[in-house]
């Protein structure tokens, strides 16, 4: 079939409007020329593929090479979803340590609560610039996929600004009233309710940018972007497996937290005892939810990860966690921990995250080759200025964060102090 004329007005207008909103580092001349050679930014292999479902323009050739890309959307999505867990984690633990200690004033359980309630904006702010990130590179990297999700569910994805809104506004009830010897359960509870709320918008958008054969009709059904898409036997398996996490991560940030100089003694043994145990039901149902989300997959796409790469990664997935297992069963047993084996067992548990969101960008990578579209296909335009100043302002960032954590770790401690 012959390639349709390019409409060079629509292109030329589209890319009028992307170009300086976006942080596109491309040069007009630069842009001309991959519009003429390559209108539609099919790739270097300049077919077009006949069962092409996905919007043809992307006005924006990659701005940096996709390896890069990815690597960096693959480094900020595991700190994102690292955070994501310790904020369920946390959630979970308030509720239990709340329900614990009512009625009981300053309780080594509300001086648990509070240690970890404390903290829970901050790990909020953590979960928000953590994701930002990967959303700027998925949309760079799928934008054509992504962005027609968006659309079709527009009114849930866009809820999410509130939904986290009100989430945010419970966390800091939360410390409130843990700090006033209150109990805070059901704040806890409505702020775990809305986090889920937010992840499950995200899996249902991430999956249904992998489906372009339910999009057509989708829209024809309504374009208010009021709708749910179709029944997809893998989006519930994806939130459960980033949301299930939360115990594991979380189990070790209140281990962690069982060494603070500033509890007492009842209060560091609260938060061993119960971080060790969450942490040991995290990985045992990590590795079961992991499998299951593997499982789930049709065997097109798993046969696309057949590789060495994605057989390594899953390899780092299961030790990561076995790893954490390990060290959480051992805290249990020995009824104690140190900071080293809290670390350790995080560090576990960020490898299984990171083996588990490479095979996770596998699958979508094989998902849209199945579907006509291979990524690594698409034009790249890298402008070498702009990835430079990039990377000495995120060297910077890290510079700065350090420093923070050195001003913090020099600073007088806050007595964790229940005022009722
Ligand atoms: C309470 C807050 C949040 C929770 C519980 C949450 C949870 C999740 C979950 C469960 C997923 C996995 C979806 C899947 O695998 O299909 C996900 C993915 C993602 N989240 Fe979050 N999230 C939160 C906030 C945010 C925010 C505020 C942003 C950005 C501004 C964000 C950016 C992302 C991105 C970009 C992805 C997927 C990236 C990719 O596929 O490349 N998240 N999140």
């Not at 996770?360 to 034009?379: F, H, M, P, V």
Request: charged share 10%.
């Amino acid at each position: 079939m012959p390639a349709p004329k390019p409409n060079w007005f629509a292109i030329a207008s589209v890319a009028y409007t992307v170009q300086p909103v976006s942080t596109i580092p491309m040069t007009w001349k630069s842009w001309l020329v991959v519009m003429v050679s390559d209108p539609y930014n099919l790739g270097q292999s300049g077919s077009r593929m006949p069962n092409m479902q996905f919007p043809n323009l992307d006005p924006i050739p990659i701005p940096a090479p996709i390896w890069l890309m990815k690597v960096l959307s693959l480094l900020t999505l595991t700190l994102h979803f690292f955070a994501v867990q310790i904020l369920i984690g946390s959630l979970v633990a308030v509720i239990y340590f709340s329900l614990k200690s009512k009625g009981q004033g300053a309780s080594a359980n509300q001086v648990a609560a509070l240690a970890v309630a404390r903290r829970l904006p901050i790990v909020m702010t953590f979960v928000i610039n953590l994701g930002v990130p990967p959303l700027l590179f998925a949309q760079v990297l799928y934008g054509r996929a992504l962005y027609t999700s968006s659309v079709l569910i527009a009114c849930q994805w866009i809820a999410v600004v509130f939904l986290l809104m009100g989430c945010y506004w419970l966390l800091y009830r939360i410390a409130d009233r843990t700090g006033l010897g209150k109990p805070s359960h059901w704040h806890a509870l409505g702020a775990l309710g809305l986090a889920a709320i937010v992840g499950h918008i995200y899996a249902t958008n991430m999956t249904l940018m992998l489906r372009p054969e339910v999009w057509q009709a989708m829209y024809a059904k309504t374009a208010t972007g009021f709708q749910m898409p179709p029944n997809d036997p893998t989006s519930e398996a994806r939130v459960t497996f980033i949301l299930v996490g939360g115990l594991l991560v979380g189990g070790f940030w209140l281990t962690l937290h069982s060494r603070l100089k500033t509890i007492s003694d009842e209060a560091a043994s609260v938060l061993r005892s119960t971080g060790s145990v969450f942490a040991v039901i995290g990985a045992i149902a990590e590795l079961g939810v992991g499998y299951w989300a593997y499982s789930v997959q049709p065997s097109a796409v798993t046969d696309g990860l057949h590789s060495t790469f994605y057989q390594v990664s899953i390899g780092i997935w299961a030790i990561g966690y076995v790893l954490a297992l390990l060290v959480a069963g051992l805290q249990v047993l020995k009824k104690a921990t140190t900071a080293l084996l809290s670390t350790i067992g995080g560090l576990g548990a960020f490898l299984g995250i990171a083996g588990a969101v490479i095979v996770r960008d596998g699958i979508r990578d094989a998902t849209l080759k199945l579907k006509g579209w291979d990524i690594w296909l698409r034009i790249e335009n890298s402008n070498w200025f702009v990835i430079l100043l990039f990377v000495i302002l995120f060297v910077a960032g890290l510079v700065a964060i350090g420093w923070l954590l050195s001003v913090m770790k020099a600073a007088k401690p806050i007595t964790e102090k229940v005022n009722s």
